[in-house]
């Protein structure tokens, strides 16, 4: 069973940057969506950034050109880099894997899950 555990988040003032971090165990990532969801509290939980099986990165408009997401297959990490926070980025981020994302890479139908990582951005 493959196991996801995030790393990094914090509190920040608007403007500033935090990275994210996810280490995986027990899948191989290669073959895998990989993203970035997020969930604020009253809110539904949804996609941040994904990267396809073909490599290319898919991004939610909120934070395009701001977020940026990557991986490293050797070490089975993804990581993501959040710049020119908003106060609206505060949410519990979660890493999530799935084979087939059959739902569409942003929606957060995945098979695996981290326990998630708090971002808070004040204004």
């Known amino acids: 069973q493959g196991q996801l555990v995030e790393s990094g988040g914090g509190s920040v003032q608007a403007g500033g940057s935090l990275s994210l971090s996810c280490a995986f165990s027990?899948?191989?990532?290669?073959?895998?969506?990989l993203g970035w969801f997020r969930q604020a509290p009253g809110k539904e939980r949804e996609g941040v950034a994904v990267?396809?099986?073909?490599?290319?990165?898919v991004y939610a408009e909120s934070v395009e050109g701001r977020f940026t997401i990557s991986k490293d297959n050797a070490k089975n990490t993804l990581d993501m880099q959040l710049n020119s926070l908003k106060p609206e980025d505060t949410a519990k981020y979660y890493c999530?894997?799935?084979?087939?994302?059959?739902?569409?890479?942003?929606?957060?139908?995945?098979?695996?899950w981290g326990q998630g990582t708090q971002v808070t951005v004040s204004s």
């Open positions: 990267i396809l099986l073909d490599g290319r990165t």
């Open positions: 999530a894997a799935d084979r087939w994302a059959v739902n569409g890479p942003l929606t957060p139908r995945y098979n695996y």
């Open positions: 027990g899948l191989p990532v290669g073959n895998y969506y």
